[in-house]
């Protein structure tokens, strides 16, 4: 299974970014998919989750702004981010946890590498 994130980049406070993640590797369906982020100096944190049910769960911080959205027949995971501020800077991860590929279930989380988000004016 792998995963590959694009949409991150440089943008003013205020402004918006759409991050995008694609699973691929023979597929069946995956339960969970979303996003975290590492700013310098902290911990990874989770930002949004998506199960493939249509629960969601933010972070407390961008609740209201942020909205993660799910394609399950294409196994895609997006980020949309509004009203960004600079503490949102840091590297965004895209994750997938629970993979049934070609008919094994995969209970363990794969990572995609990082896309940097940088907020500043």
């Known amino acids: 299974v792998q995963l590959q994130a694009s949409g991150g980049g440089l943008v003013q406070p205020g402004g918006s970014l759409r991050l995008s993640c694609a699973a691929s590797g023979n597929i069946d369906l995956i339960n969970v998919m979303g996003w975290y982020r590492e700013a310098p100096g902290n911990q990874r944190e989770l930002v949004a989750a998506?199960?493939?049910?249509?629960?969601?769960n933010y972070e407390d911080s961008v609740k209201g702004r942020f909205t993660v959205s799910r394609d399950n027949d294409n196994h895609i995971v997006n980020l949309q981010m509004n009203g960004l501020k600079p503490e949102d800077t840091g590297v965004y991860y895209c994750?997938?946890?629970?993979?049934?590929?070609?008919?094994?279930?995969?209970?363990?989380?794969?990572w995609g590498k990082g896309t940097q988000v940088t907020v500043s004016s």
């Open positions: 994750y997938a946890h629970g993979v049934s590929a070609r008919g094994t279930f995969y209970n363990k989380a794969y």
């Open positions: 998506h199960t493939r049910t249509g629960s969601t």
